[in-house]
């Protein structure tokens, strides 16, 4: 607590207060700094006597196996005839947070469908994987279980995925038009399970 040292004999409000400084050592957290460089030291040397196994992995030769809920590359799904399932609704892009799914609509010869995506675009480098996409598609057009995460690439461009690389991915979905009939997550994520 600081002391009064002397009033101030010019003007009653106002007092002159000395403020109690702490010793040296304390002021300069000498002693902290030390036990700080003293942990240091001690884990340095640990880690010098001691020999244990790295834990670098050696990508892309080496792969930890991914999670089962693990979000990869994006894949549009097939109808059984081979055309894409997606009906350009417009869904995946409005609840995207990021921005990065540009679909450009067209109209369809199939009197079942009335659009179809003329263009689908991800781009992959702005796309966080937060899976809303495939949450919000009504008739299960797109899925990020691919199992493969973005690769590298030098030029922007080169990131941004096409419709016809993601259907390249994809594969004849198992759910009916309309999410009527058998749950996808039943069947497998790839296609009928092979027990």
């Given at each position: 607590?600081?002391?009064?040292?002397a009033d101030s004999h010019r003007n009653p409000k106002v007092r002159?207060?000395?403020v109690d400084r702490p010793a040296p050592e304390r002021a300069t957290f000498l002693r902290a700094s030390l036990q700080g460089l003293g942990v240091t030291v001690k884990h340095f040397f640990r880690n010098v006597?001691?020999?244990?196994?790295v834990e670098t992995i050696q990508y892309p030769e080496e792969k930890r196996p991914y999670p089962p809920r693990?979000?990869?590359l994006h894949r549009l799904m097939k109808r059984p005839d081979g055309r894409v399932r997606c009906v350009a609704c417009m869904c995946c892009p409005t609840v995207c947070p990021a921005h990065c799914i540009t679909i450009v609509p067209a109209e369809t010869d199939d009197p079942t469908v009335e659009k179809y995506p003329a263009v689908f675009e991800i781009d992959e480098l702005?796309?966080?994987?937060c899976g809303l996409c495939e949450e919000a598609c009504?008739?299960?057009?797109?899925?990020?279980d691919s199992?493969?995460?973005?690769?590298?690439?030098?030029?922007r461009g080169d990131a941004i995925e096409t419709k016809e690389s993601m259907l390249a991915r994809g594969d004849v979905s198992t759910a009916t038009q309309g999410g009527v009939g058998p749950d996808w997550r039943e069947v497998g994520p790839l296609g009928p399970r092979r027990d």
């Open positions: 607590m600081p002391r009064v040292v002159t207060v000395a006597t001691t020999q244990r196994d693990h979000r990869g702005r796309c966080v994987v009504p008739c299960d057009a797109i899925r990020m199992g493969l995460h973005a690769p590298p690439v030098e030029f």
